[in-house]
């Protein structure tokens, strides 16, 4: 038995304990290892160490003994001497790969077509021991006439012994732990089970990986009439991104994402792309149709699929994207500096470029939908249209310039979805401000007396129907230097001339209403409505009733409101008549008058009982 020529027991402990956090991608490294084993041998045959060898003559084999608890990888790729595995077996954390790509500088000058050395740590081989309590590794150098196998239980150190091996390459079969409460080791010898891992990991590595599986003949009755083993390719070899775009068809664009992203739906978009120069990438990116049942909730979880060298890296690496674009699936392929462990990628300069080339070949194709499949754009605005709102509004407005132009609004003037641009394009001339006005609904807004005071100007009034929405565009402040303007805020204009005993009546109106306002006036612009509220500052109604709603809110916000009485409808000159009369019974007008406004806003009213019965004895006079 050789000890390790490191502190075996200490790294090994740290490395299945600490380094790996997730015990099934020990096959993803072990496999990536095989790849690495076949790339040096065909690097050999392309440059004159040895001949009469194609891409087509390597493989990776998988099998599994449940009886015997074993599981076999095993590659014909180059092989190792009885040094080599001394080197590079007995000393952990020292990589043969990386070894050998410095000296063989020349590869790196192949093309990532040919050659494509994924290792680089010296540490994948040992993930072996988080599912095995004993490793074997047999292995015969393509310029050896025997082999060795290297054998270890993790622990202590190794053993070398010459072997015949009747073929170069290596085999390495890993007796399994006994399984425990927490821990279901014996999945690891199950052909479906590692049919999934092999896809789910390396289903891109360039050489076939075959599994070996069982397979039952059935007689005309159904019943089997043998059971017999093949070996059947597993992965897809040629990723679909690697290839060029007039290679892939739509249907296969289409059938690789709801397979891939487990939709039953075809997407909305797709977005191929790749980059070369100071970072060199491949992405495959797609806009959904339809939201995920959870988009909105807090379980969902963003984040495209980030390969290296076309090994599965992580599913969901959320600093691909920015949150505003989290709808989008996808994956991206780079070289990227890796942690030791190969989970995580570091946080480097390469890694936020493609995230912020991403974002801007994303917005650069939200931006040609919108303006060339009108109609497609506004389905995918009408199912993620929200997320783009609150991109405006998070983090102080630092992207609402990227994203304003990607805002649809109805228009209550066209009764149609419209960007900003196609409100400030059709504004008439003279007007200051893009007017909009809050409700919970489209045909909600219709009713509000404060529109028909816009829209009888011939200005168009936006529609803001989501929690969001007022926020946003507060945050956006202008757009092409048009100031965005609440129907509900009050105009500040004259809107009514008032005789002495009017304003005495106002202000005796304002006063009964007990500071539920900060004014009462008098308007000549609501048509047919007898009453509405407007507010002062920066907090709208709308703003009033989204803060008060939240949970967290304790300390209630309170808008400067505004009562707005109608001059022109008979209720005005009934006020007036009850000013001078009786003044108890304007009190109840008053005050019946400030509730409807309220409920006109969707705002609560205290006692909805005592409302309707003051309306009834109203009526019964």
């Not at 020529?5 to 956090?21: F, P």
């Not at 309590?133 to 025997?146: A, G, I, M």
């Amino acid at each position: 038995m050789k000890k390790f020529k490191t502190e075996s027991k200490k790294v090994l402990d740290i490395m299945i304990n600490s380094i790996y956090t997730n015990k099934e991608i020990f096959l993803r490294e072990l496999l990536s290892n095989a790849s690495d084993a076949i790339d040096k041998l065909y690097y050999k045959s392309l440059t004159g160490g040895i001949s009469g060898l194609t891409r087509e003559d390597f493989a990776i084999k998988v099998s599994c003994d449940k009886e015997a608890r074993t599981l076999t990888i095993a590659d014909n790729g180059i092989g190792m001497t009885a040094k080599e595995l001394e080197d590079n077996l007995g000393t952990i954390a020292k990589s043969g790969s990386e070894q050998w790509k410095t000296e063989n500088t020349d590869a790196k000058e192949q093309s990532t077509e040919d050659i494509d050395i994924i290792g680089r740590f010296g540490v994948g081989f040992y993930s072996a021991f988080m599912v095995g309590d004993k490793v074997e590794v047999y292995s015969r150098s393509f310029d050896d006439e025997k082999g060795n196998v290297w054998t270890s239980d993790g622990v202590e150190g190794y053993s070398i012994k010459s072997a015949d091996l009747p073929e170069r390459g290596t085999k390495i079969v890993i007796h399994l732990k006994p399984d425990i409460e927490e821990e279901d080791y014996s999945k690891f010898a199950d052909q479906y089970t590692l049919r999934s891992l092999i896809k789910k990991y390396s289903d891109y590595i360039r050489y076939p990986i075959q599994l070996l599986v069982e397979v039952k003949d059935y007689d005309d009755k159904g019943e089997v009439k043998q059971t017999k083993q093949e070996w059947q390719t597993v992965n897809s070899m040629v990723p679909l991104w690697r290839k060029s775009k007039s290679e892939v068809t739509k249907e296969q664009y289409d059938e690789f994402y709801k397979e891939t992203f487990y939709d039953f739906e075809p997407p909305l978009k797709v977005v191929h792309t790749s980059a070369e120069g100071v970072v060199d990438y491949k992405a495959l990116l797609y806009i959904p149709s339809h939201a995920p049942y959870n988009y909105y909730t807090k379980n969902y979880e963003k984040g495209l699929r980030l390969y290296s060298d076309g090994v599965l890296i992580t599913d969901k690496c959320e600093q691909l994207l920015p949150d505003y674009y989290s709808f989008v699936k996808g994956l991206v392929d780079s070289k990227l500096t890796l942690n030791i462990s190969r989970e995580t990628i570091q946080h480097d300069r390469r890694l936020k470029l493609i995230a912020s080339n991403i974002e801007k070949k994303i917005t650069s194709e939200l931006t040609d939908l919108l303006n060339k499949d009108r109609e497609n754009y506004e389905k995918f605005f009408l199912t993620f249209g929200l997320q783009l709102k609150y991109g405006v509004y998070a983090d102080w407005g630092a992207n609402k310039d990227k994203l304003k132009d990607l805002l649809l609004f109805y228009s209550l003037s066209n009764n149609k979805l419209i960007t900003l641009k196609d409100y400030t394009d059709s504004m008439k001339e003279g007007q200051e401000h893009i007017y909009y006005a809050c409700g919970n609904t489209v045909e909600a807004i219709k009713c509000l007396p404060q529109c028909d005071k816009v829209l009888a100007k011939g200005y168009d009034v936006l529609c803001l129907t989501d929690d969001v929405d007022e926020f946003a565009l507060k945050m956006l402040d202008k757009y092409n230097d048009k100031p965005f303007r609440s129907v509900s805020a009050e105009s500040g204009e004259q809107t009514a001339e008032y005789s002495e005993q009017d304003k005495q009546m106002l202000q005796w109106i304002k006063e009964s209403l007990k500071g539920e306002v900060v004014d009462v006036v008098g308007t000549q612009q609501l048509s047919n409505h007898p009453v509405c509220l407007t507010t002062k500052g920066e907090v709208s109604i709308e703003m009033e009733k989204v803060l008060n709603s939240m949970p967290q809110q304790t300390n209630k916000i309170k808008a400067d409101k505004v009562l707005e009485i109608n001059v022109q409808h008979p209720v005005y000159a009934k006020l007036q008549q009850l000013f001078v009369s009786d003044k108890d019974k304007l009190q109840k007008y008053a005050d019946i008058l400030y509730k409807l406004a309220r409920l006109i806003e969707g705002l609560p009213v205290d006692n909805v009982a005592e409302l309707s019965s003051e309306v009834c004895m109203l009526l019964a006079e």
